[in-house]
């Protein structure tokens, strides 16, 4: 449990300095994952027990190498450890500084000094510092900051029992971690620049703290600018930094430099007296770069890398997904037999537990799809995939960065588009939101393992042939993915080209509780957003198979029945009104009602064919009955339904309409509006609709059937 | 001699002078430490991937020759 009233503590830090380790170490498993007031952006809360403090609750604020911002995202670091409104203020801030980056670490450690916060700086990776045989002066850094400094190295937990000895310390006597301002950037003229943007802050905002006061004036300096895309920056406040930063270039003055060199004369003026730095030498990083990097070895391994990652996808997940599937089936069977049959228990064990088990099939796949990111962010290799990448992220207008989220997006857009959230400007999270939910997602795997097994006959499965033909839609939803990025950066989100700053970590072991934690929060965003979803979609075409109940003479056999329950329920007469438009796609009103049922997301077709062609509901993509069912289905004049350019033609059609409605859900929360949904479900849907008939439609007139 | 920081090879230090661009990108950059006066070092400057890696305050960065062509460097 988490108390509501303890006191508060907030933890920053550059990225990479092993912050969320210890946040971790430090909260055990007591985390929870909530929103920060007002904005979307997630955040972690912990609970820690200190001796005198007693229940404190510990937060986690997104990784920032300085409090100053562009974007409202960056904007929640200083919201979060100013305490601005909505944000709760914190009673100490934590600044975990990777000791082997000490100066560049120490700049954001001034600017958080700078708001009249009680300090605590964790100076982690002192084991790596040793290693490199650079020496941290401890005692001489802490008399010039004059904030209590300790050491740790938070993947082993060492120093932990130090650093929680010493928050409580400075809880209890917040004037030991209050040294006031440090290195207050000087100039008469940079002066008046802050007490003329000062005087226009509102009150709520420094509090009653002059020291506070004059920081925040300094943040909003160094943030307001003509196109940010801050929130709540009152009008007076921007007018202000406008006005004296065109005054200053007037004058040929740079507020952005005087205030950050500023900083740094202050840090380096005084490195000499706790940092001594051995020389040089080449690391372990270099080593594997020189690999990893180089032009042509190292795309080729990232591909082959990517290759590997996906192939165990499958085989490792499958004996998961058996497991799950067969034990939903023994639920659901065994819920069967000790109810009544009738009305309830088919929806409970077709609608209820079938949609359960529906969302539960993928979780082994996005569990290791996101074990495999974690484990990629944790070791630094994301950044080189970046490093990579950018040329090819470039071309459409994004940064290597941006291919993360796409990443993501083979496994799940949902969580992917909440990835999307690190991206500094509007244009480039919104450009790459519209085309992640066309990376081939787990979701779209039933519905090809289906079709591609139904173009074989059977008993003549081809394993190689039918395994490139899952790596070739792989790789044509990666490239329409990106040709879509490319057109809507050009039209719709054109905007200037955003420059690429990357921070190349070294490589570093993986610190697997975290790794795991990522994973494991991840996937719970998927089973939440899609999880109620698929469920309500599920049983909402059940309901439309199952009513009106067609009326059947007595004697009839049972399969002509459930025929005519199909063509007479709801979804028949729903799947009949879209055949004209699905026609021409080569589909008949049959696979319509897959599609509508499709519509709410896209694994519910396996499930709804199987309802279809009369199967019992835990049919699923592998069984082998559901396959023969497709491959012999037949049109009124005797021809086969699943003829192989259907079968593309549908696979087309799944790798690019948008049939999700969690990620069109998501969508909405995140932009806040209808309006890009409502536009990425149009687009996707058209792409598709043309794309499949450009493929039934040729491939006909070209002799294929 | 001052050159743009894009044309100098793996292995090069230079001293950095100014820093053109856009303003976000000049901040951004000044705040990681790469303020003029300070030492640069290229770790590696692939054509093939137009971008450089950079090592500056023993912490690396990775900018796009084409955005490196606004910094100008003097060499050491």
């Not at chain 1, 960065?401 to 796409?406: D, E, G, I, K, Y």
């Not at chain 1, 198979?545 to 007479?568: M, N, T, W």
């Amino acid at each position: 449990m988490i108390a509501a009233n303890g006191k508060l503590v907030a933890l920053t830090g550059n990225p990479n300095t092993g912050k969320t380790t210890l946040f971790n170490q430090l909260t055990g498993s007591s985390a929870k994952v909530g929103n920060y007031p007002g904005v979307t952006v997630e955040h972690q809360v912990g609970a820690l027990r200190l001796d005198r403090a007693g229940p404190v609750r510990v937060m986690d604020v997104p990784g920032t190498y300085s409090l100053s911002a562009r974007s409202a995202e960056e904007q929640l670091a200083i919201r979060a450890i100013a305490g601005l409104q909505p944000i709760e203020r914190p009673d100490l801030v934590v600044a975990v500084v990777d000791s082997t980056q000490l100066t560049r670490n120490l700049y954001l450690v001034l600017q958080v000094i700078e708001m009249g916060l009680p300090v605590v700086v964790a100076l982690n990776m002192v084991d790596q510092l040793e290693h490199r045989g650079d020496e941290v002066d401890v005692e001489a850094l802490e008399r010039e900051l004059s904030v209590p400094i300790v050491p740790i190295v938070a993947s082993r937990g060492e120093g932990l029992d130090q650093l929680r000895r010493t928050v409580d310390d400075v809880l209890a006597t917040p004037a030991l971690g209050l040294p006031g301002w440090r290195g207050t950037p000087a100039g008469p003229e940079l002066e008046l620049d802050i007490e003329t943007v000062a005087l226009e802050l509102p009150d709520d905002w420094w509090q009653g703290d002059t020291n506070r006061r004059r920081a925040l004036a300094l943040w909003a300096l160094l943030s307001v600018d003509i196109d940010d895309e801050l929130n709540a920056i009152p009008d007076s406040v921007r007018r202000a930094v406008l006005d004296r930063r065109a005054l200053a270039e007037v004058g040929g003055r740079e507020i952005d430099r005087e205030v950050i060199a500023g900083r740094y004369a202050w840090i380096d003026e005084r490195a000499d007296g706790f940092l001594t730095s051995a020389p040089e030498k080449k690391t372990l990083t270099d080593r594997v770069d020189r690999v990893l990097l180089h032009p042509l070895v190292g795309f080729a391994t990232f591909v082959v890398l990517m290759a590997v990652v996906f192939q165990s996808l499958f085989t490792w997940a499958d004996p998961a997904i058996d497991a799950i599937e067969s034990l939903v089936g023994t639920v659901g069977s065994t819920v069967e037999g000790a109810l009544p049959a009738g009305f309830l228990t088919d929806l409970l064990v077709s609608g209820v537990i079938g949609g359960v088990g529906s969302v539960l099939v993928f979780l082994p796949q996005i569990l290791l799809l996101f074990f495999f990111i974690g484990l990629m962010e944790d070791t630094g290799y994301m950044a080189r995939v970046a490093f990579l990448m950018d040329r090819i992220m470039k071309a459409i207008g994004l940064h290597g960065r941006a291919f993360v989220p796409m990443l993501s997006g083979y496994a799940c857009a949902v969580p992917a588009i909440l990835g999307t959230r690190t991206m500094e400007r509007r244009r480039d999270r919104m450009l790459t939101m519209m085309v992640v939910p066309l990376m081939t997602c787990s979701a779209r795997l039933p519905v090809y393992g289906l079709l591609i097994a139904a173009l074989y006959p059977p008993n003549e499965e081809a394993p190689f042939a039918q395994g490139m033909l899952m790596v070739a839609m792989y790789l044509f939803s990666t490239v329409i993915a990106l040709l879509c990025a490319f057109v809507l950066g050009r039209t719709l989100f054109k905007g200037p080209r955003v420059p690429l700053i990357l921070e190349m970590p070294p490589y570093r072991i993986p610190h697997w509780p975290s790794v795991l934690r990522m994973m494991w929060q991840k996937s719970r965003i998927f089973l939440r957003e899609a999880g109620t979803v698929i469920l309500v979609c599920t049983i909402a075409m059940w309901l439309l198979l199952s009513f009106p109940k067609s009326e059947v003479e007595p004697g009839v056999d049972a399969e002509v029945a459930a025929g005519l329950q199909v063509r007479e329920s709801y979804a028949g007469e729903l799947g009949r009104l879209l055949e004209p438009v699905i026609e021409p796609l080569g589909f008949d009103w049959k696979i319509g009602i897959g599609l509508i049922g499709a519509f709410a997301a896209r694994e519910v077709f396996v499930s709804t064919m199987a309802v279809v062609y009369d199967l019992s509901e835990d049919e699923d993509e592998t069984s082998v009955a559901l396959r023969d069912r497709v491959r012999s289905q037949r049109r009124p004049d005797g021809s086969p339904v699943f003829t192989p350019l259907t079968c593309f033609s549908l696979m087309v059609f799944f790798a690019l309409a948008c049939q999700c409605m969690s990620t069109l859900a998501v969508v909405k929360r995140e932009t806040g509006s209808y309006g890009w949904p409502v536009f990425m479900f149009a687009y996707m849907t058209v792409l598709a609709w043309v794309s499949s008939l450009v493929v039934y439609q040729g491939g006909r007139l070209l002799g294929f059937e | 001699m001052k050159t743009s920081l894009d044309t100098l090879t793996a292995g090069a230090r230079a001293q950095l002078v100014a820093i053109g661009g856009k303003r976000s990108f000049r901040r951004r950059l000044m705040e990681l430490g790469l303020l003029p006066g300070c030492e640069v070092r290229v770790v590696r400057n692939v054509e093939v991937h137009g971008v450089m890696e950079l090592e500056v305050r023993r912490s690396r960065l990775t900018v796009r020759l084409s955005e490196a062509r606004e910094l100008f460097v003097e060499s050491t």
